[in-house]
């Protein structure tokens, strides 16, 4: 994990875990796995609350989510056929995502929290295709809670096994 995340979440604590996740799911390259790993960790050492992590990552994670399906709606296809590259969104990918979402639907949009790289696709995907938003939402909300209290929890129960300055860690988590 870089060191200055871990210096900003221990100087912001909650603040940097919000807007990180809000910022990973619109497609920024944020190590989200391992930022919410090491705030587990952090929680267990009694820096951050172990729940109140849990509630402020969702809260960011459906920021980004409800973000990220408001740019689909209103700036569509287009948008992520013609400037996706930026977020490593290639039009092969993009395709392979759109196939995913009409076959399975709105579950694409919960389990794809747990697929780095992935998961910010479909949010753009449901505004695109005009999924009521409400829908949308729920499934939306079960996926991040039960991600981030994962990898929360994961990080509470065996961050003090976890070496968060291994060079290894970003890349198996990175999206």
């Not at 609350?49 to 973000?67: D, E, K, N, R």
């Not at 700036?75 to 395709?95: C, Y």
């Not at 709105?106 to 697929?115: A, E, Q, R």
Request: net charge positive; proline share 6%; glycine share 10%.
């Amino acid at each position: 994990m870089p060191f200055y995340l871990q210096e900003l979440v221990f100087q912001y604590g909650y603040l940097i875990l919000y807007a990180s996740l809000a910022l990973g799911i619109l497609g920024l390259p944020v190590p989200d796995e391992v930022l919410l790993t090491f705030v587990g960790y952090v929680a267990t050492e009694g820096l951050l609350s172990y729940p109140t992590s849990i509630l402020v990552g969702f809260a960011g994670a459906m920021t980004g989510m409800s973000l990220s399906y408001y740019i689909g709606k209103k700036l569509g296809r287009p948008l992520l056929w013609n400037k996706g590259r930026l977020f490593k969104l290639t039009p092969k990918r993009l395709a392979k995502v759109e196939d995913w979402f009409h076959r399975f639907g709105l579950w694409t949009v919960s389990l794809g929290y747990f697929i780095p790289g992935f998961r910010h696709i479909p949010c753009y995907l449901s505004g695109i295709s005009a999924v009521q938003f409400r829908k949308y939402i729920r499934f939306a909300g079960i996926g991040a809670l039960i991600w981030c209290a994962f990898f929360i929890t994961i990080g509470f129960v065996l961050g003090n096994t976890i070496d968060f300055d291994s060079p290894i860690l970003p890349q198996i988590f990175h999206h």
